[in-house]
Structures are given as C-alpha cells and as structure tokens.
C-alpha cells in the first residue's frame, strides 16, 4: 500500500494512513487488491475517519472482483469507475512494453505444431481490473498485484512535483507543479490517461503483425497456412473491441455524471471543472481511436484471409486450365490413333510403307498447332 498527500503542487509519500483529513490538498491512498482485501477493515475505519463514510458493499465486491468489466458507478458521497488496464501473465504490460519480437509468419512448415497461444503480441492482449473510488479529497484505487501502472505514474508524480521550489524573489515557481493533479478526480483520469496510453501503443503493434501476415498469405506458393493462430488474432481482437467498447461505456458515464456536478463559485473552481471535462473527453477520444483501429485491423484480418483464398483459387484456376488445354492438345491424336485401331481390312495409309509416317507427321502437326492457338490465347500463360 501506497499512500500521497498531495496539495499545492507538492507531494508527499506517507508511511501509513492518516488518522485525518489535511487541511489543504487531497490524499490518495493506492494498494493492491490482496492487500485492500486483507486490510479491508483498517481502510474502512480510515475511509470514516478521513471522509466521513466507508464504501458500499457491492462496491467493494466490485473493487475485489479480478474479472469484473469496465463500467461507471456512483453514489451521492463518491464516484466508483473500473477500468480496465493490459497485463501480461508476469505482471503489467502498460507500462514498460516490451522489446519488439521478429512477427512469427502464419504460413508455416506442415510438420511444425501451431502454437496454442497465438504469437507474443496476442499473448500482450491480456487485462486485469483498476478500481477507483474518487472522494472530495481523497482517491483510493485499487490495483492488481505489482501494478507497474502505479508504481510509474507515483514515480513521474515524485519527480514532477519537488517540495519547495522558489524563484530569486521569492515567489513559488509555478512550473515545479505544473503537472501535479489538483483533485482526485483529476489524479483519476491521468491515471487511467497512462492505461489507455498502452493500448495505443499495442496496436502498432498489431499493425506490424497483421500487415505481415497479409504479406504471406498472399504469396501464390504458400503451401500450410497456421490457421490457429489466425484464429487466434480474430478472438483476440475481438476481446480487445470488447473490452474498449466497456471503458468507452465507464468513461462516456462519468463524462455524463460531470455535467450533473453543482458549478463552483469561484473562477478557479470553474477552470477545473472545466479541465476535468476536457481531460475526459482526451481520454474518451483516445478509447475511441483504439476501438476504430480494431475494428480497421479485424476487417484487414478477414480480407486478408478471403485475398488469400482468392490467390489459391487463382493457382488452382491456372492448373486447371493448364491441363484443360493440354488435354485438349492430345484428343485430336486420341481419335486419330483410335481411328487407326479400328478392326477393318481396309482403312487409307495402313497398307503403305510410309503411311506411318504420313499419320505421325499430322498428329505432330496438330499437337504443335493447338499448342500455337492456345499460346496465343494465353491457356497456357501463367497469371501472375
């Protein structure tokens, strides 16, 4: 458990929870959901101390479930939004993304196995719960186990907001907080701003892996083509359009619930409203361009598919043709021979000495002559 008082653009880690509310600022207190589980009862006692109210049992359910979709939910005292952040099976895949893996080609050997997971961005495309319950002055979350998300942005936060910083006059230099969150809804949407930012930043890599697979499917010679982990990219992309489609529902509630805020009286109270709505309406914009992307990328991925069925049906179309006209070289000289294997005491050229000869020059001269008209045809011509 991690636990900030943050105000007046400074920020400062505590060693255990606060017995009271500061009088200036807002706290945030992040842990871990074994951790927000086990100490349950102590965050509860610290919620009524700080805040007044202790957080409702169905949201609390909510806070604990590890498999519970994005969604929006509130009450009269505080805001409850769960979203969903990347993960991979060793921890957190949001925050530090990974080197770039060589893109495994999904045209394969036959005797080489697919993979049952799919190639290693698809394995990326894997997500855990981050619970966030937003106060007037204070913002528990709740994390998975070793969330990196939150160790980052509690490391950017440190760094950007030092302690005391004056100019030569000294006045405060407003620059040293410029970037420190003002209210713990605005802690909310910066934080949940670093998860979506990992999304962005996996469909490239999507981009790269598909835009490969679309290269080798339509190579014309492709023999074996891995159709598991095609099949695994559409259920994956299909997942990761859900799972968008679920934060874009949460953050389009809040951005609804925003509007239902009482307007502040003071000037400053009204800018920050109002940078509230914009910083939401960014991180809704963000969802946006991540599910458009999807979408884009299944419609590649089923073209792709059907462009390669296409080529093989081409290739196929070629042979057949192919072996179409040299048959049709050879039925000439089939009825020829056949002619000439009739059983009659008669037939023209069979009583000659050089009667062989005249009906083998004329099978050769009709075999080159046919080959000649279907050349130029171009039945015989290879499509390219």
Not at 36 to 53: D, P, T
Not at 230 to 240: D, G, N
Not at 254 to 278: H, M, S, Y
Not at 349 to 356: P, S, V, Y
Request: aromatic share 8%; proline share 7%; with cysteine.
């Amino acid at each position: 458990m991690r636990i900030f008082h943050i105000h007046s653009g400074s920020v400062q880690e505590l060693a255990e929870l606060p017995t009271h509310m500061p009088a200036q600022g807002f706290v945030w207190i992040a842990c871990a959901r074994p951790v927000f589980q086990a100490r349950l009862a102590e965050i509860q006692a610290s919620l009524q101390a700080l805040v007044g109210l202790q957080l409702v049992d169905l949201h609390v359910s909510d806070l604990l479930n590890a498999q519970l979709p994005s969604h929006y939910d509130y009450t009269s005292q505080y805001d409850l939004l769960v979203f969903r952040r990347l993960a991979t099976a060793q921890g957190d895949g949001a925050a530090q993304p990974p080197a770039p893996v060589p893109a495994p080609s999904p045209v394969a050997p036959a005797e080489s196995p697919a993979r049952r997971n799919g190639p290693p961005v698809l394995r990326r495309i894997d997500t855990s719960p981050v619970g966030f319950a937003v106060f007037d002055q204070l913002l528990l979350t709740v994390h998975p186990s070793d969330c990196a998300v939150r160790d980052a942005y509690a490391t950017r936060l440190l760094a950007s907001a030092p302690a005391a910083s004056t100019n030569g006059e000294g006045r405060s230099n407003p620059a040293a907080g410029a970037r420190v969150p003002t209210s713990p809804a605005d802690l909310m949407l910066r934080v949940v701003n670093q998860m979506v930012d990992g999304y962005l930043d996996l469909r490239r890599e999507l981009t790269r892996q598909l835009d490969h697979w679309q290269t080798e499917l339509l190579k014309p010679r492709a023999r074996y083509v891995n159709w598991n982990s095609l099949l695994e990219a559409r259920l994956s992309l299909h997942m990761l359009d859900e799972i968008c489609e679920d934060q874009r529902t949460a953050v389009q509630d809040w951005i609804d619930a925003l509007e239902t805020w009482t307007l502040p009286d003071t000037p400053a109270g009204l800018r920050e409203l109002d940078l509230l709505k914009v910083r939401s309406r960014d991180v809704l914009e963000h969802i946006e361009r991540v599910v458009h992307h999807v979408r884009r990328l299944e419609q590649s991925t089923e073209t792709a598919v059907q462009m390669h069925f296409s080529v093989q049906s081409n290739r196929t179309n070629d042979i057949m043709r192919t072996l179409t006209a040299l048959t049709a070289v050879f039925l000439p000289l089939n009825l020829i021979a056949g002619i000439f294997g009739m059983n009659f005491d008669f037939i023209p050229l069979i009583h000659k000495a050089d009667g062989f000869w005249w009906a083998l020059g004329s099978m050769v001269f009709i075999a080159l002559a046919l080959v000649l008209v279907f050349w130029r045809k171009r039945y015989l011509a290879r499509t390219r």
